[in-house]
């Protein structure tokens, strides 16, 4: 039977629509904006996703994505969370509020946080699907590495295995519960006001957004508090650190962490660079031990840990981070039986449209209000590539195969929204904004690497050699 390509063809007319051409050392680049309704510029784990589902189509698109990605990278291997496109002021906080200019390359600007680091897996996805004459990965590794090396030396300072974030927003999940009592130690009354008032005047989620759906406004006066806080320490890592409020090591974060390197070790073994692959596999393997021993046994989490004013604070809020470490294979065979049963249990997080960000039956679950209770189709990518690491568990195949058609089923029905409410039932099953680029590369991903091969085979252990074999038969 002919396959139907047209969701497929609908979310590549979304990337092409949400595309951006901009002039960069006098050569034209592109990349893609996550929305065109808000967030328009580029985002640095959104575009390490779209890079990966345009592999399939374009790799040439691809990699254009990326390299746009390492033309902010600062001298010191910073990449920030936002690249920004100069003429667009429609997001908030834009350029002028970060004060990174005299940090960014020349002409280029972006902001002074990460996000989840991506990258490296996003590359070695790439470098798997690749012609061998391509050389985009060989040009781009020594920054890459550059890029982990300064994660590791400034954000690990410590050799915890562990890296620490500086914000909500390096988490990519802006308004998660976890946060919540961090924040709630930054008094809003002594926020200065012309920060609030800042926010006030120039906010624009709520207006082009709906209100319901977006992050309170005492906490984006305090994501914005933190921003103001490391501009006026001129983004000086070491001062940060030491006077920030918010030092916390993540579970997501620090799981992509751990998947990063290995992806990076593994691109360097590929090339024979083995001394530099040890490293790295290192790094990966101090990481996972680290977020073992943050196991709590009696809520069966992985617990993060405030390391603010030199703390070293478990917090055990129950989110959907919880279950990314599944991802980097990090989970123990107790460990992995406990979120198990979390995952499918429908008071937890086996809704309709699963996985929810928060567990339904908890306090802070609120089912459209961003990363506070709806479905997300990155965490849930997340949960079901590390499911199918299990490969002998037969329950984590089958679960995989569910969550996979679940996801996929949910994009169909509502389209590429920014996510989705966890009960089908109701009628706003697609909330935030329409037409957004990583729900429809996310789609094209998980078309392409798993449900294409399970359709003719069944079988997923070798996706990229099969996806590689049927292009060229
Ligand atoms: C929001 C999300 C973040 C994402 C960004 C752009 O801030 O929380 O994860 O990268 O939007 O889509």
């Known amino acids: 039977m002919a396959r139907d390509h047209s969701l497929e063809q609908q979310a590549l007319k979304v990337l092409h629509q949400n595309s951006h051409l901009s002039f960069y050392q006098d050569t034209l680049q ?23 589902g345009l592999a399939y189509y374009d790799m040439k698109w691809a990699q254009d994505e990326i390299a746009s990605l390492f033309h902010g990278q600062w001298d010191n291997g910073f990449i920030g969370h936002i690249i920004f496109n100069t003429s667009d002021t429609t997001y908030y906080p834009g350029i002028d509020v970060w004060g990174t200019k005299q940090l960014s390359p020349r002409n280029v600007y972006t902001s002074g946080i990460i996000q989840p680091p991506l990258l490296a897996i996003s590359m070695n996805h790439m470098d798997l699907l690749s012609s061998k004459n391509d050389n985009f990965i060989d040009t781009y590794l020594p920054k890459l590495m550059l890029y982990h090396t300064y994660l590791k030396t400034v954000r690990d300072k410590e050799d915890s295995g ?5 914000h909500p927003w390096e988490s990519g999940t802006d308004n998660s519960p976890r946060w919540d009592s961090i924040l709630s130690r930054i008094n809003v009354a002594n926020i200065p006001e012309r920060v609030k008032k800042d926010v006030d005047q120039n906010r624009k989620d709520t207006k082009n957004g709906k209100i319901s759906h977006r992050p309170q406004r005492n906490d984006y ?12 320490l001129k983004w000086n890592s070491d001062a940060i650190l030491e006077k920030t409020p918010f030092a916390i090591k993540d579970t997501l974060v620090n799981s992509m962490w751990a998947k990063a390197n290995q992806a990076l070790s593994d691109m360097l073994t590929r090339r024979n660079r083995l001394p530099e692959a040890q490293l790295f596999a290192n790094w990966a393997r101090e990481t996972r ?22 703390k070293h604070q478990a917090i055990d809020t129950d989110t959907v981070s919880n279950f990314m470490p599944l991802y980097a294979h990090i989970p123990t065979p107790e460990h992995l039986s406990a979120l198990l049963k979390k995952l499918t249990d429908p008071t937890q997080y086996g809704s309709v449209n699963p996985v929810p960000s928060v567990p339904l039956t908890s306090p802070s679950f609120e089912p459209t209000r961003y990363w506070r209770g709806p479905t997300w189709p990155i965490t849930n990518l997340f949960i079901i590539e590390g499911l199918k690491t ?8 089958t679960l995989a195969k569910k969550l996979l058609r679940k996801t ?7 389209g590429f929204y920014e996510y989705y409410h966890p009960f089908a039932s109701k009628k706003e099953s697609g909330v935030g904004f329409g037409d957004f ?6 789609y094209l991903y998980l078309k ?18 099969a996806f590689k074999k049927s292009q060229s038969s």
């Not at 562990?162 to 500086?166: G, H, K, N, Q």
């Not at 996929?408 to 029905?413: G, S």
């Open 221 to 232: 006066y305090r994501y914005l508090y933190l921003v103001d806080m490391y501009k006026n």
């Open 289 to 310: 031990s680290a977020m073992r021993k943050s196991w709590n046994n009696k809520k069966h989490l992985y617990a993060l840990y405030d390391v603010s004013y030199g």
């Open 390 to 397: 299990y490969t002998k568990n037969a329950v984590c195949q």
């Open 448 to 465: 392409k690497r798993y449900t294409i091969q399970d359709d003719q085979t069944d079988s997923v252990r070798n996706s990229h050699q």
């Open 408 to 414: 996929e089923a949910m994009i169909e029905k509502k």
């Open 30 to 52: 592109r990349h893609i904006l996550p929305s065109r309704h808000y967030y328009t510029h580029q985002w640095f784990w959104d575009s390490c996703m779209h890079a990966m």
């Open 437 to 442: 680029s990583w729900s429809a590369a996310i």
């Open 162 to 166: 562990l890296l620490t974030i500086i």
